[in-house]
């Protein structure tokens, strides 16, 4: 073709008049430094969201492009010259230029994410229809495609394994990077180049932040793999061909010249991209190399040479390519710096002959070995000596790296501060990728797959907000399930762990495999992998097929046609034809291949996916106070349940963590909301009754009125009580008030302290299904309860003390009677009660709920020094005029015949006892 003869002599012509320029000494002799920062754009889900045309057309002027994938985009900052403060700078300009773009996702009801590969990114993603409108791209695409033929497998090793076919080169859009870029003089260039290259390996191992791609654990940093194969246009031959990857790290040390990376260029890959435009004249001062450019960006190198020309004069820099988006900017520039001061180091140092200093290959594989396993590596390093990478990095690199950076005056502090975090970030062992395989390793246990890696995904926006560096993370925990499940696709959901029978094996193999398995189910397949039929409980259970099993072919009984599902429906369709047709199993086929399978069972989580009482924003916001969210929707009662309000009563916060990892992890159908939160947050950490305040005695009307205009005392007790009352609110705003019940938890600091205190006659019901003894009118003469307050606010208020502090039977009673609760408002049926809480009810549970109405509350005060006689329980019965304790003015009788009721044996509080006395319920 004409075009290809043109664009091949202009870029011959090109290398040529580099080549010029470089032995005249026309380039600039400079310093800068330069970044590209890539990110993905994510919908409210957590989920790639392809619109990055429509953010771009609002932030087009800030430095942002477009990317090959529609879910993600690029910011290219300005040069920056090499001075005090520049590494500063520059993280104050992403940082900047991000929040730019945060805000106008925001917009869109979307986030922006640094990451080297999405956690939550899926096949379906990757399709064809996600390519970003731009001529460059599909030719690019097609170049591809041409040249390779149209499939891409994929093939990473690491702790699991991932096998991946496809057919759009879009898979290299699972990548985003951080590229920083160093302008160098023409004198120093082959030398700097050099150093660039022996340095990879050690500073991408501690830097590495992609560890996992579509659920599977692979590389520390996978995008290297990934990349590498996703363009990867050779023909395999049976003759091995020596060809090279178009994504490479190189094949030698340069020896004189930056020209032999151009020239090998040529040689070696096909050209890809021709211009779509006229060249410009080449006769000029400073002349563009439009030809090499767009080659030099079809060749992938980690470390790759570029010409450009900025201020009108041309320059040599390279761009180092092999950092990761993330985890956070703060993380980004201490890598550059790390890498900009061992550049720096190395530049003054005596190595002049590399291939004398240490092999390439060694380079090479040290490059690959911290790609594959990260901090945790071991390098060949200089003349040969093998050396752990967190000792070259702690002992070795990071004081090179110091000594470079104040070589080129770096402000100290900087220097400092982001070695800093190299040097905590290596000997804590915290890298990115570290950080995602343990919470992923953590929240598996628990939760499923897809929800593990949206847990991740929105715990990794939260920190990157606080700019907190990597090494300081928490590892991701599940509070809350975050996911709107109406949303998930069917491969996010499917079981990938299947196994099958042939249709020409014997009856008795499916069997065996049922025994084993016992899932009364399984697929049958054809030699080619295609699924041809089914077995299913009937066939597997038939007798007259089990009496002549080893003489059956699968085939001739096997059930033909099964219903199937495609990997990229919506979970819910899945959901309606399984519920439709009745099935158990529902494989998941891909051109006929069989490749997942969903369950009946575990589908029900899905089938409730209406949206939350709480969205997202409030429930991050929350995180802390929210122990579960747990519900079915718009249907059913809902019950929030306290805990906590007095920070040394915790048998009600470790009763609900235990009911809701239960119903999470067994996936319980529910109907209706169930809502744990906890009450004073420090006080419950110190565990101690309160901070400044009694928590449980200042919801008081003026006290939220007050809190409205703001002038709320700023005694920590108030702080709780407001991010209380705004939380609940939004709960009974979207109920309109309606089908609410509050149960708050709380233990006594006396013996025998199971009962409960209701507020009004209405909540009597829900109250005696406890079957414990009930207070009734114990806040009417004591205000500023929480209880109470919901209760004169017309909302259905119950206290369940569960008995004595730290006694671990206290748990126990409220696990169960939080389970006795769920029942009767029927939010949970009888049958996913766990047997073990209803059989093994403490002996407190007397299954009577006597009431009793508060005849007489002994008020104390401090000075008072009130003490309570010994050894007196709840519900001792107590004759007028008995000795109860001893205060300033001596001993102290009871007034009246009646029961006690939580005598004091705290230090804190303002009630000594209570005496009640029986009443009757009508
Ligand atoms: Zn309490």
Request: proline share 3%; glycine share 4%.
């Amino acid at each position: 073709m004409k075009k290809d003869l043109i664009f091949i002599e202009r870029l011959i012509k090109e290398v040529e008049i580099l080549e010029k320029l470089i032995e005249n000494e026309q380039l600039e002799d400079y310093g800068r430094i330069g970044a590209e920062q890539e990110f993905c754009i994510l919908d409210n889900n957590y989920r790639a969201n392809p619109i990055n045309s429509k953010i771009l057309k609002k932030v087009s002027k800030e430095g942002f492009v477009n990317e090959i994938a529609k879910f993600n985009m690029e910011l290219n900052t300005e040069p920056i010259d090499i001075s005090k403060n520049c590494l500063k700078k520059l993280e104050n300009t992403l940082t900047k230029k991000m929040n730019i773009v945060k805000k106008c996702a925001a917009d869109f009801d979307s986030s922006v994410i640094l990451t080297g590969i999405l956690p939550t990114v899926r096949k379906y993603d990757l399709r064809y229809e996600n390519i970003t409108q731009n001529p460059r791209y599909f030719e690019l695409c097609e170049s591809i495609n041409r040249i390779r033929g149209k499939n891409f497998n994929l093939r990473i090793r690491g702790i699991d394994e991932l096998v991946f076919e496809h057919d759009t080169p879009l898979v290299e859009g699972c990548n985003t990077g951080f590229q920083f870029h160093l302008q160098i003089g023409p004198k120093d260039f082959t030398k700097m180049y050099n150093i660039s290259q022996l340095i990879a390996g050690p500073v991408l191992s501690v830097s590495v932040n992609s560890p996992i791609l579509f659920g599977k654990r692979l590389w520390h940093e996978s995008r290297i793999a990934v990349f590498q194969q996703s363009t990867d246009t050779r023909i395999i031959s049976g003759y091995h061909p020596g060809t090279l990857p178009r994504v490479t790290f190189g094949n030698d040390w340069i020896k004189k010249s930056i020209i032999e990376i151009f020239k090998e260029d040529i040689i070696r890959y096909k050209i890809l991209l021709k211009s779509l435009k006229k060249f410009k004249n080449l006769n000029t001062k400073n002349p563009k190399l439009e030809a090499l450019s767009l080659h030099n960006s079809t060749v992938y190198r980690w470390n790759r040479p570029c010409y450009g020309i900025y201020k009108n004069k041309p320059s040599l820099r390279i761009e180092s390519r092999m950092f990761p988006s993330g985890p956070t900017i703060l993380d980004e520039i201490a890598n550059s710096a790390f890498w900009l001061g061992l550049m720096m180091f190395f530049k003054k140092s005596e190595i002049f002959n590399f291939s004398e200093t240490m092999e390439f290959d060694d380079a090479r594989s040290n490059f690959y070995s911290a790609a594959q396993q990260g901090i945790d590596c071991t390098f060949k390093w200089l003349n040969g000596k093998r050396i752990d990478a967190r000792k070259l990095i702690l002992n070795d690199l990071i004081p090179k790296a110091a000594v470079g950076l104040s070589s080129i005056n770096i402000d100290p502090i900087d220097i400092e501060k982001y070695l800093n975090i190299i040097k905590e970030r290596t000997s804590l062992r915290k890298t990115g990728s570290r950080w995602i395989i343990d919470s992923f390793d953590l929240l598996s246990k628990k939760v499923s797959n897809q929800n593990a890696l949206t847990t991740i995904t929105s715990k990794i926006i939260q920190n990157q907000k606080e700019n907190i560096p990597i090494h300081k993370w928490d590892l991701a925990k599940n509070s809350v399930l975050i996911n709107n499940p109406s949303k998930l696709l069917v491969e996010e959901c499917m079981d990938r762990y299947i196994y099958s029978v042939y249709e020409h094996e014997s009856f008795s193999l499916a069997i065996k495999i049922n025994d084993w398995k016992k899932h009364n189910y399984i697929v049958v397949i054809n030699i080619k992998g295609k699924i041809t039929g089914e077995l299913t409980k009937d066939i597997l259970t038939n007798n007259e097929f089990l009496k002549q099993k080893n003489k059956i072919i699968i085939k001739d009984i096997m059930k033909k046609n099964p219903v199937t599902i495609k990997p990229d429906e919506n979970i819910l369709t899945a959901v309606k034809l399984i519920k439709r047709k009745k099935l158990e199993m529902l494989p998941v086929v891909e051109n006929k291949l069989f490749i997942g399978i969903l369950q009946k069972k575990f589908l029900t989580q899905y089938e409730y996916a209406s949206p939350s009482l709480l969205s997202k924003k409030e429930i991050l916001k929350n995180e802390e106070r929210i122990l579960g969210n747990y519900h079915s929707g718009e249907k059913g009662k809902t019950i929030i349940f306290m805990c906590g309000i007095h920070g040394n009563e915790l048998s009600g916060k470790k009763a609900l963590k235990n009911v809701f990892n239960y119903l999470e992890k067994e996936s319980i159908e529910v109907l209706g909301n169930i809502i744990g939160i906890q009450g004073n947050l420090k006080a419950i950490e110190k565990k101690e009754r309160y901070i400044d305040v009694d928590l449980n005695r200042i919801w008081k009307q003026k006290n939220i009125n007050l809190l409205k205009k703001g002038k709320l005392s700023d005694k920590h007790e108030y702080k709780e009580l407001k991010n209380i009352y705004d939380l609940i609110n939004i709960i009974i705003e979207k109920k309109k008030k309606k089908d609410i019940i509050i149960i708050d938890l709380h233990n006594t600091s006396s013996a025998n302290g199971l009962f409960s205190i209701i507020n009004s006659k209405n909540d009597y019901q829900i109250a005696s299904s406890l079957k414990i003894p009930i207070i009734s009118n114990l806040f009417k003469k004591l205000k500023g309860s929480f209880s109470e307050f919901y209760s004169s606010k017309n909302i259905s208020s119950i206290v369940f003390e569960g008995g004595t502090i730290g006694d671990p039977a206290s748990i126990h009673n409220h696990e169960t009677g939080i389970y006795k609760i769920l029942k009767k408002c029927k939010i949970l049926s009888k049958k996913d009660i766990p047997i073990s809480k209803l059989e093994q009810v403490s002996e407190n549970y007397n299954n009577k709920s006597l009431s009793y109405k508060v005849k007489y509350i002994h008020q104390i005060t401090k000075k008072d020094k009130f003490f309570m006689k010994p050894n007196v329980i709840n519900f001792q019965k107590i004759k007028k005029g008995e000795l109860i304790g001893y205060d300033d003015n001596g001993k102290v009788f009871s007034a009246i015949n009646g029961k006690i009721l939580m005598p004091l044996y705290q230090e804190q509080g303002k009630e000594g006892f209570y005496i009640i006395q029986n009443e009757k319920i009508k």
